[in-house]
């Protein structure tokens, strides 16, 4: 995935500004950023869903929108909420979204996997946050993407699924696919990530590996977030 100069804004607002980075096949690459620092703009227009105001962006070597239609059978979205029908049962839809690709996941196994086999006749509007969360997981990576984006994979989730959603990560990146994640959890970002960019007012102020951005006396990578992120008592005026 490249993202060159891309310039997004919401009338006067600029949301993303001149923000050039890549993501490499294969890995594992975290966005972070405070509120407000253009990561779920910067991930969106790169789903197609958002149009570029200048920039370019490709994404296995095509245009978000231009080639929206070739582009979204190659790719799984996971949102931060929402993406099923209030009334739909779990397993339908989950089933369901099988269908539309040539060569799904094996269905019982991600359920099983993924400790959805409790709630497959639950209706989407009735199940636990957690529930929820595992679901979303499930349709962004049941139709074998090559580029899976993941918004907070693990928000609400108790520490075992929260374990397993991480090797299920693991395992699509050894398996190739390439994985975009979104996350406010640093723990999450430093166990999983080959490469991590942060951003802030839209610009990418820092780039590299966990153990590159910790290398100068931070202990952790929230440690390194903080320090970069929090504005000077100047800025605060």
Same mark, same amino acid.
């Given at each position: 995935?490249? &993202?060159?100069?891309?310039?997004?804004?919401?009338?006067?607002?600029?949301?993303?500004?001149?923000?050039?980075?890549? &993501?490499?096949?294969?890995?594992?690459?975290?966005?972070?950023?405070?509120?407000?620092?253009?990561?779920?703009?910067?991930?969106?227009?790169?789903?197609? %869903?958002?149009? #570029?105001?200048?920039?370019?962006?490709? @994404?296995?070597?095509?245009?978000?929108?231009?080639?929206?239609?070739?582009?979204? #059978?190659?790719?799984?979205?996971?949102?931060?909420?929402?993406?099923?029908?209030?009334?739909?049962?779990?397993?339908?839809?989950?089933?369901?979204?099988?269908?539309?690709?040539?060569?799904?996941?094996?269905?019982? @196994? +991600?359920?099983?996997?993924?400790?959805?086999?409790?709630?497959?006749?639950?209706?989407?509007?009735?199940?636990?946050?957690?529930?929820?969360?595992?679901?979303? %997981?499930?349709?962004?990576?049941?139709?074998?993407?090559?580029?899976? %984006?993941?918004?907070?994979?693990?928000?609400?989730?108790?520490?075992?699924?929260?374990?397993?959603?991480?090797?299920? &990560?693991?395992?699509?990146?050894?398996?190739?696919?390439?994985?975009?994640?979104?996350?406010?959890?640093?723990?999450?970002?430093?166990?999983?990530?080959? +490469?991590?960019?942060?951003?802030?007012?839209?610009?990418?102020?820092?780039?590299?590996?966990?153990?590159?951005?910790?290398?100068?006396?931070?202990?952790?990578?929230?440690?390194? %977030?903080?320090?970069?992120?929090?504005?000077? #008592?100047?800025?605060?005026?």
């Amino acid at each position: 995935m490249e &993202v060159d100069e891309l310039v997004v804004r919401y009338g006067a607002k600029t949301a993303v500004d001149r923000l050039s980075l890549t &993501v490499d096949a294969g890995t594992v690459t975290s966005v972070l950023g405070p509120n407000g620092a253009g990561k779920t703009t910067t991930v969106e227009t790169c789903e197609g %869903f958002r149009r #570029p105001d200048a920039g370019r962006v490709r @994404v296995l070597g095509l245009d978000p929108r231009a080639d929206h239609e070739r582009l979204m #059978p190659r790719i799984g979205v996971m949102l931060q909420e929402g993406g099923a029908w209030s009334g739909v049962r779990a397993a339908e839809m989950l089933r369901y979204v099988a269908r539309l690709h040539a060569h799904p996941l094996d269905i019982d @196994v +991600l359920v099983d996997r993924l400790d959805l086999g409790s709630c497959g006749r639950t209706p989407y509007r009735r199940l636990s946050g957690g529930q929820k969360q595992r679901l979303a %997981f499930a349709l962004a990576i049941v139709g074998r993407p090559e580029v899976a %984006f993941l918004d907070e994979p693990t928000t609400g989730l108790d520490p075992h699924g929260r374990r397993e959603i991480w090797q299920v &990560v693991r395992d699509l990146r050894d398996d190739g696919v390439t994985v975009v994640l979104t996350t406010h959890a640093m723990d999450e970002a430093e166990q999983l990530s080959d +490469l991590v960019h942060v951003l802030s007012a839209g610009a990418l102020i820092a780039s590299g590996t966990p153990a590159e951005l910790t290398k100068n006396g931070a202990d952790t990578l929230e440690e390194v %977030f903080l320090r970069i992120t929090t504005p000077s #008592p100047r800025e605060r005026r």
